[in-house]
């Protein structure tokens, strides 16, 4: 599986709504902006990461969608992936992105397919929307050895969302890390995770459980989700899920984008 360091964080924003973080202590406030470890550009995203010098051991991309009326669409094209696979560590790196709604049942249009390989044929029509859940995992396994797809349930938004995870190497990584044992990423996270200190103090609210964090806290304490059973059950995707996916071959590119509306 792989393994990385953690010397610096590199943070692109596309607007000064950043500067809200500074009155949400539960999102870290100050302490986390002024991080030694956080460097905070705001400017294009785009831009910084085709001109960019640097080598990175990981890439997250939490960012708008790929929406015909907004900007995000150049972060999911296939020229774009394999830019970021250059500036990856080639030994161990590792490219995630945000990949939009990945429902448990999937709507009828969500997956627009061609009658082929026992698919059904959708009515073109009927699909004005879509999901990009899976063309974004085909173009990310265009660039990278595996594409591995994972899905959370995102209450504020009322369904599962999807994510992939990119990066190169044998299918034993891909096994691994799909496989690691309750017992193993506990133990992980005791020994990596830790809260960032100055972190103002505030409470976690959530059914009825309350307590305060203290910016003191390591390993389980820090994460509220997050832990060695939460960690098994995010490439569980659901049968009907899965059989969409593997229906619906579309790939993203500069000339052929898809967007999710």
Not at 196 to 209: A, D, M, N, T
């Amino acid at each position: 599986m792989p393994k990385h360091t953690h010397e610096k964080h590199t943070i692109n924003i596309l607007s000064q709504y950043i500067l809200i973080i500074r009155y949400l202590p539960e999102w870290g406030g100050d302490a986390v902006a002024n991080h030694p470890k956080m460097e905070l550009i705001v400017g294009d995203a785009h831009k910084y990461l085709m001109e960019t010098r640097e080598t990175f051991d990981v890439i997250i991309m939490d960012i708008s969608d790929p929406i015909e009326a907004g900007p995000g669409i150049a972060l999911y094209t296939q020229e774009f992936y394999k830019r970021a696979s250059q500036v990856l560590n080639p030994q161990n790196g590792v490219f995630v992105t945000q990949a939009g709604s990945a429902d448990f049942v999937p709507p009828p249009y969500a997956f627009p397919i061609t009658a082929k390989d026992g698919c059904v044929a959708d009515d073109e029509e009927n699909n004005k929307e879509s999901n990009c859940f899976s063309p974004i995992m085909n173009t990310l396994a265009t660039v990278f050895d595996h594409a591995v797809p994972y899905t959370v349930p995102m209450p504020s938004f009322g369904e599962d969302w999807g994510f992939v995870m990119a990066f190169n190497g044998s299918a034993e990584d891909r096994r691994e890390l799909m496989g690691l044992s309750p017992a193993v990423v506990d133990a992980l996270v005791e020994e990596r995770i830790e809260a960032v200190e100055g972190v103002p103090q505030h409470e976690i609210r959530s059914l009825g459980v309350k307590r305060a964090v203290t910016g003191k806290e390591r390993g389980g304490d820090v994460l509220k989700h997050y832990d060695g059973e939460a960690h098994r059950g995010l490439f569980s995707l659901s049968k009907m899920l899965r059989g969409a996916i593997l229906c619906d071959k579309r790939i993203m590119t500069v000339e052929n984008p898809i967007f999710m509306y």
